[in-house]
């Protein structure tokens, strides 16, 4: 009895030492943790919209299918950032290992990847994307043989891979790796906040306002999806109090109630007005093509994990879901030039934003552009406005059908001579 006693002592000391040591491992839900696996609701909507096609970057793709062929490409990127550093492989190594915890941190899922993998694969994935951006905003960077930037034109695909949110390497380890190497000197110039703000400006206008650096802190950014949405932080954000639906008219509504559509001259697509009194509803450029999806879904994926406050990319689907039901609504908005549509045809971009909403969270206590529906609900409600956009309408089409007509039948009896 007293052995049985014994051996179950021992052998309840030695579970608990397994669960102590599991315990231990602090990478899981750390309060750093910025790198997640895009949840199964929001992946099953569009697979392809979070699924890198040529190149991995992190762990979490790391060693897939075709995405293998690239890891000798990233070993040739690897040299050349060593060969143009002033930093041996050792010195790399070295920062990387003091930092690996806190690199480990960053990632919503435990990296089962041993110590010594793990730290390699930082830093060829991190040379890659240094070297990406700086070739990228640097011509003169670029060799003949790079067949990333020369046939077969490889960067198409990695411009888009490294905007994936489970494609990313945290923001800080690209920073101090680009500062170590002193490329540039030291300090490096650029930075790596400016070549990645020149890369972002280039390939996403209307999602990188150009005039941003120096007005916008980038000093905490995560990774460069979240770059991507710090562009879309509004710095202050009117409220009102009182709760309301949130619904809104459509664009051609809004036209019928008098409604004037004007280009903003913003940049930051959030920064939509309107003004009560000249009816007019300003609204910066929203240039759409092929990879429009894919970083919207991407910030917004980021936005729902990361419980941010406010989702604000979140609120701008939202409300063009609201204004864009139809391809009169598009045609609208394209006519004023707010909207520079390369999709096939407006349904789809109807379509686009349908589609978006699905999965979309909206908080209607911080919704950004609360105070905007309420005065268009408003104005769109007082019979005058609607009245006088009527007139002005039947009007102007009365106007051009005589302006017609009268041409018709002056040609129509014209002498040839």
């Not at 960077?141 to 020369?150: G, P, T």
């Not at 019928?256 to 000249?278: C, E, M, P, T």
């Not at 971009?349 to 408003?378: C, H, P, T, W």
Request: net charge positive.
């Amino acid at each position: 009895m007293g052995t049985g006693g014994t051996s179950s002592i021992k052998d309840i000391e030695k579970l608990a030492k397994s669960v102590k040591k599991e315990l231990e491992i602090s990478y899981a839900f750390s309060d750093t943790c910025c790198i997640y696996e895009v949840p199964e609701r929001l992946r099953e909507l569009n697979e392809k919209a979070h699924t890198p096609r040529l190149v991995s970057i992190g762990p979490i793709h790391h060693g897939k299918g075709k995405l293998k062929a690239m890891e000798d490409h990233k070993r040739i990127y690897l040299q050349e950032f060593i060969a143009r550093s002033k930093v041996s492989v050792e010195g790399f190594i070295e920062f990387i290992k003091e930092n690996e915890t806190r690199l480990r941190n960053c990632y919503a899922e435990t990296i089962e990847f041993s110590s010594e993998y793990f730290i390699k694969m930082i830093l060829m994935d991190a040379a890659f994307v240094i070297l990406f951006l700086l070739k990228y905003n640097c011509s003169n960077f670029r060799r003949r043989r790079d067949s990333i930037f020369y046939p077969p034109y490889k960067w198409f695909d990695v411009r888009v891979d490294i905007c994936l949110l489970e494609n990313q390497l945290p923001f800080f380890i690209l920073e101090e790796l680009y500062r170590l190497s002193t490329i540039f000197g030291n300090p490096p110039k650029p930075t790596l906040v400016e070549l990645t703000h020149g890369f972002f400006t280039a390939e996403f206008n209307s999602w990188a306002a150009g005039d941003i650096l120096g007005k916008v802190d980038f000093s905490e950014v995560k990774h460069l999806v979240d770059f991507l949405t710090i562009y879309h932080r509004p710095t202050e954000q009117k409220q009102y109090e009182e709760p309301e639906v949130i619904t809104a008219p459509s664009i051609k509504e809004l036209q019928q109630a008098g409604v004037k559509f004007v280009l903003s001259s913003s940049k930051h697509l959030l920064d939509i007005k309107f003004d009560r009194n000249k009816g007019t509803l300003e609204v910066p450029r929203l240039r759409l093509d092929d990879r429009t999806e894919i970083i919207i879904r991407n910030m917004q994926a980021f936005e729902q994990c990361h419980g941010m406050k406010c989702c604000y990319v979140g609120d701008y689907v939202f409300l063009m879901g609201l204004f864009l039901g139809a391809s009169k609504d598009v045609e609208i908005l394209v006519e004023n030039r707010i909207i520079e549509n390369w999709l096939p045809s407006k349904e789809e971009v109807v379509q686009l934003f349908y589609n978006l909403q699905k999965e979309n969270l909206v908080s209607a206590d911080g919704f950004l552009f609360k105070g905007r529906i309420k005065d268009l609900n408003a104005f769109c409600k007082k019979p005058w406005n609607k009245w006088k956009a009527n007139l002005k309408q039947k009007y102007f089409n009365t106007v051009r059908k005589r302006a017609l007509n009268c041409y018709w039948w002056s040609h129509k009896h014209c002498l040839v001579v």
